[in-house]
């Protein structure tokens, strides 16, 4: 009976025992759910931001291209300024050189007239002078003629008298 006894008791431990396994199992199992639930959950809302993040980071993208596309549209535009700008400043220069070339011209012809008016002026002076000269003769030859004409008219008056006498 004892060793009935001693199989009864291994029993009832083993019984006990497997009890005990079977409740940790149990206790292991739920624990272990509910660390997949968690697990699933945080996967979802990691799925979740890994699909909003793609998003943003797909409309970023877009963005990105549309402002590039913006940006060599813009830089296309402002070559195509640079170039007419270019192209203005060199017509704009060579209409200048034109210019100078021109004042040049002018300048050379002017300093032809100068010089021409300054030899005239000269001349006129000199021609001044020659009539100032000329008319002092001219004075000095008409009060000759006055007084050979006073004695002109002294000589008929002597002769008439002579004459008359």
């Keep these: 009976m004892e060793i009935l006894t001693l199989r009864r008791m291994r029993d009832r431990q083993a019984v006990t025992e497997h009890a005990a396994g079977a409740e940790i199992a149990d206790d292991a199992a739920k624990m272990a759910s509910q660390q997949l639930t968690e697990l699933q959950t945080r996967y979802t809302k ?3 931001e890994n699909l909003e993040l793609q998003r943003a980071k797909d409309q970023s993208t877009r963005e ?4 590039a596309a913006a940006n060599t549209a813009r830089l ?6 640079n170039a007419d700008i270019k ?3 060199r017509a704009l220069a060579d209409q200048i050189q034109g210019q100078q070339d021109e004042i040049a011209r002018q300048q050379v012809v002017l300093d032809e007239l100068e010089a021409d008016r300054d030899s005239a002026r000269t ?7 020659k009539i100032g000269e000329q008319e002092v003769r001219i004075g000095l030859a008409r009060e000759e003629l006055l007084h050979s004409e006073g004695q002109i008219e002294l000589i008929k008056d002597l002769v008439l008298r002579e004459s008359g006498l």
């Design 87 to 89: 192209t203005e400043n």
């Design 76 to 81: 296309a535009a402002l070559q195509a300024l």
């Design 64 to 67: 990105a291209q549309q402002s």
């Design 123 to 129: 001349e006129a002076e000199a021609l001044r002078k």
């Design 46 to 48: 990691l799925e979740a």
